[in-house]
């Protein structure tokens, strides 16, 4: 009887897996309206200036970190509903390519891979609205420290 509880037991993953699913769709909205509103405001007022250049590629670094943060949540529901409530067969996985995640371990594999690329995209639009002052230096020091972490703990998985 215990063994059936905890069998049945994993559906309550389906809460997390809702959640992280409807917290992607969310922010492919806001992304997508994001993008209206940038497109709309380059319509009316093009950059002229370098500086207005510049404030063009920071909104549209962090539009392109805000749909990784979704592409991460929408990996998370993924992985959640295929590891507890519905795996996915040895022939069908080949074609998933990126979401044919089998293990906790590929899982944490995948989400340090992508948090590596969101930190990477947060320096790069600290240094584009900042530029090269010693403040840069100092948070491209720390953001190194952090990726050279993430890059060992990655490749010293078992």
Do not use: C
């Not at 809702?18 to 909205?29: D, E, F, N």
């Not at 509103?37 to 404030?55: G, R």
């Not at 044919?100 to 990477?120: A, E, N, P």
Request: net charge positive; aromatic share 8%; glycine share 2%.
């Amino acid at each position: 009887m215990i063994e059936r509880i905890f069998r049945s037991s994993r559906f309550l993953v389906l809460v997390a897996v809702a959640t992280t699913a409807i917290s992607a769709v969310l922010l492919y909205g806001v992304s997508l309206n994001t993008m209206v509103h940038l497109l709309l405001e380059l319509i009316h007022q093009f950059p002229h200036t370098a500086n207005d250049s510049k404030s063009l590629a920071v909104k549209l670094l962090k539009l392109l970190d805000l749909l990784l943060i979704a592409i991460t949540f929408q990996l998370i529901a993924i992985s959640l509903y295929r590891l507890f409530i519905k795996p996915v067969p040895a022939e069908q996985s080949a074609s998933l390519g990126p979401l044919d995640i089998r293990s906790f371990h590929d899982l944490k594999k995948t989400l340090i891979q992508v948090s590596v690329v969101i930190i990477i995209i947060l320096f790069l639009e600290h240094a584009v609205e900042v530029g090269a002052q010693l403040e840069t230096l100092y948070f491209g020091a720390a953001v190194s420290l952090v990726v050279f972490s993430a890059v060992y703990a990655w490749r010293n998985m078992k």
